[in-house]
């Protein structure tokens, strides 16, 4: 079946270290990926997206995401996390087939220890 | 220029009420989209709107949930009569164009059936 999975419900990281979230896909396409944030009492804000090309993207806040075919993967990184981005993550496909509809993932809540 | 924006923030409401959820989209947006996340599981794509004609409303629940969107501006959301289970987080988001599909999210509206 069609689904986008990410295996960790909580992280906790320390601040200033490394994250890595991770995020897996099973489509017979490679789809649009995305991730997106959702800080406590905000809407859903598009970190970053990967269309086709450069299989390492860059993304606002300082995070970064690189797409690995052979593995369906879309992982999610920043090398150093500050207290701020404490906040749940999604990751997201738009399939090829869909005009319209994201396909989300269950999230991942980031929490930040000091 | 302002995000999309949705009312209310939060709804407490009894089983067998009926609400009303509006969203307003970025302006020059034609599609626009509802989601909905229920406690605990994925984030869910309800419909999909170009202008005024619904596009895509496989996700929609059941007949109890009524989306219009007069004009082709802002949208409502109906659910009569409510029940426990729609209780929730409904997201709106809206999109310039289909191509790469990048929609804009809302803070979403908490519905909460009691």
């Known amino acids: 079946a069609q689904s986008v999975t990410q295996p960790d419900i909580h992280i906790t990281v320390s601040e200033g270290a490394s994250l890595e979230l991770r995020c897996n896909y099973s489509y017979g396409a490679t789809p649009y990926l995305f991730w997106y944030v959702q800080s406590p009492g905000q809407g859903l804000q598009l970190l970053l997206k990967y269309f086709s090309g450069d299989t390492l993207v860059q993304g606002i806040k300082g995070f970064e995401a690189e797409f690995k075919r052979s593995q369906s993967s879309f992982n999610l990184r920043k090398p150093s996390v500050h207290w701020s981005d404490a906040a749940e993550y999604f990751c997201a496909v738009v399939p090829y087939s869909s005009a319209s509809k994201i396909i989300f993932g269950s999230g991942t809540r980031l929490s930040i220890r000091p | 220029e302002a995000g999309v924006t949705q009312f209310p923030s939060h709804s407490v409401i009894e089983k067998g009420q009926t609400v009303t959820l509006r969203c307003d989209p970025i302006?020059?947006?034609?599609?626009l989209y509802w989601y909905r996340r229920v406690m605990g599981k994925e984030i869910k794509f309800l419909l999909h709107?170009?202008?005024?004609?619904?596009?895509?409303e496989s996700g929609m629940p059941n007949n109890r949930f009524l989306a219009e969107r007069t004009g082709g501006t802002y949208s409502t959301l109906k659910v009569q009569p409510a029940e426990l289970e729609d209780s929730g987080v409904y997201f709106c988001?809206?999109?310039?164009?289909?191509?790469?599909?990048?929609?804009?999210f809302g803070a979403g509206t908490r519905l909460s059936v009691l």
């Open positions: 302006s020059g947006h034609d599609n």
């Open positions: 988001a809206s999109s310039q164009g289909l191509t790469k599909n990048i929609q804009y």
């Open positions: 709107f170009v202008k005024e004609s619904k596009q895509d």
